[in-house]
């Protein structure tokens, strides 16, 4: 069982910066795809950005693309995600989830394990 503790969210300007951390619990974090999702008010949970198990490859959607920056810690078991020139678009609760197969998806229904979310809100 892997459990996922999101922090990091909050209120912001748009063209401001966050950074979101997830916590993980699981001796075999550092075999799992990490990913980032978001949902706003009304629309479905959506993918934001995903890191393979070594670090080595990083997913992320057209929008977000050159102002997220999606890390992890796999000795200390936590993943991060770097926002920068935040638009009030980006508003959503922020997921972390886990993969336990190591893929590379980009659909939540994938991803076995979640987080409770933290709420990013981005005023014009």
């Known amino acids: 069982q892997v459990q996922l503790v999101e922090s990091g969210g909050g209120l912001v300007q748009a063209g401001g910066s966050l950074r979101l951390s997830c916590a993980a619990s699981g001796r075999t974090f550092s075999r799992y795809t990490m990913g980032w999702f978001r949902q706003a008010p009304g629309k479905e949970r959506e993918f934001v950005a995903a890191i393979m198990w070594s670090g080595g490859h990083t997913y992320y959607r057209d929008s977000v693309k050159g102002r997220f920056t999606i890390s992890r810690d796999n000795a200390k078991n936590t993943i991060d995600l770097k926002m920068n020139s935040l638009k009030p678009e980006d508003t959503a609760v922020y997921f972390c989830?886990?993969?336990?197969?190591?893929?590379?998806?980009?659909?939540?229904?994938?991803?076995?394990?979640w987080g409770q979310g933290t709420q990013v809100t981005v005023s014009s």
């Open positions: 989830a886990a993969d336990p197969r190591g893929g590379s998806s980009w659909f939540p229904l994938d991803y076995d394990y």
